[in-house]
């Protein structure tokens, strides 16, 4: 199984701090995996448009990740079966910066989670 890793700044108005979260899906396809890969860049791309000051959000409307209400905060990520499954963009807020994205193995057989 493989999922994404974010890392991310996160914090409040006395300070930040590094965090790391899985997104909210996990794949079997390693193909569906990369185009959800992805896709976080495109929105990520999205969100940095939006605090230009002439954004052009009709650019992404289209794009599989779009979510009609808060587009900004939501975006869909496709699963092993191609259906669209909604997950909240934890690294998208005030205080929260996205570092990176990649993808890992949930089943590593290599490390071993207390």
Not at 62 to 79: A, C
Not at 92 to 111: C, L, P, R, T, W
């Amino acid at each position: 199984m493989y999922t994404i890793k974010i890392d991310y700044i996160t914090g409040n108005s006395f300070g930040s701090e590094e965090a790391t979260g899985l997104v909210g899906a996990s794949w079997n396809n390693i193909k569906m995996a990369k185009e959800a890969l992805k896709a976080i860049k495109e929105h990520q791309e999205y969100v940095e448009n939006l605090h230009k000051l002439h954004p052009n959000k009709e650019k992404y409307t289209n794009r599989s990740w779009f979510v009609q209400k808060n587009p900004e905060y939501l975006m869909y990520l496709r699963d092993d079966f191609e259906h669209k499954r909604i997950i909240s963009c934890f690294w998208v807020g005030y205080f929260e910066h996205i570092q990176s994205a990649e993808i890992i193995q949930e089943d590593n057989d290599m490390k071993i989670k207390f």
